[in-house]
């Protein structure tokens, strides 16, 4: 079973509000290397044509990688609230 189908396994329950916001001010004019493009294991980052940064956030996975990753600040990341956020199915 590939990474795509473990993922696929995995249930969301959505709150209405994200629980991680991109300051997109501190993004664009700080931040040089984007390492969230490519250290997010389920790929929820990604570059609008504008050069904004756009996340999915509803398919978190609640790593905490790019919090970590983001040397710029810009992001403010939290755990969902209670009852909210990724079930896993696997393990
Ligand atoms: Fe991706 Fe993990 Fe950040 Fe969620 S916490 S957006 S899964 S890197």
Same mark, same amino acid.
């Given at each position: 079973?590939? @990474?795509?189908? =473990? *993922?696929? $396994? /995995?249930?969301? !329950?959505? /709150? =209405?509000? +994200?629980? @991680? %916001? %991109?300051?997109?001010? !501190?993004? &664009?004019?700080?931040? =040089?290397?984007? %390492?969230? *493009?490519? @250290?997010? +294991? !389920?790929?929820?980052?990604? $570059?609008?044509? /504008?050069?904004? $940064? $756009?996340?999915?956030?509803?398919?978190?996975?609640?790593?905490?990688?790019? =919090? *970590?990753?983001?040397?710029?600040?810009? *992001? /403010?990341? &939290?755990? +969902? &609230?209670?009852?909210?956020? %990724?079930?896993?199915?696997?393990?």
């Amino acid at each position: 079973m590939n @990474i795509e189908s =473990k *993922l696929g $396994l /995995d249930v969301f !329950a959505l /709150d =209405k509000e +994200p629980h @991680i %916001v %991109v300051n997109q001010t !501190a993004c &664009r004019e700080r931040c =040089k290397r984007r %390492v969230c *493009l490519t @250290i997010c +294991p !389920a790929r929820l980052y990604t $570059l609008a044509e /504008d050069g904004s $940064l $756009l996340l999915n956030w509803e398919g978190c996975l609640e790593c905490g990688t790019c =919090k *970590l990753a983001c040397a710029e600040g810009a *992001l /403010d990341w &939290r755990y +969902p &609230r209670g009852g909210f956020g %990724v079930q896993y199915r696997f393990g």
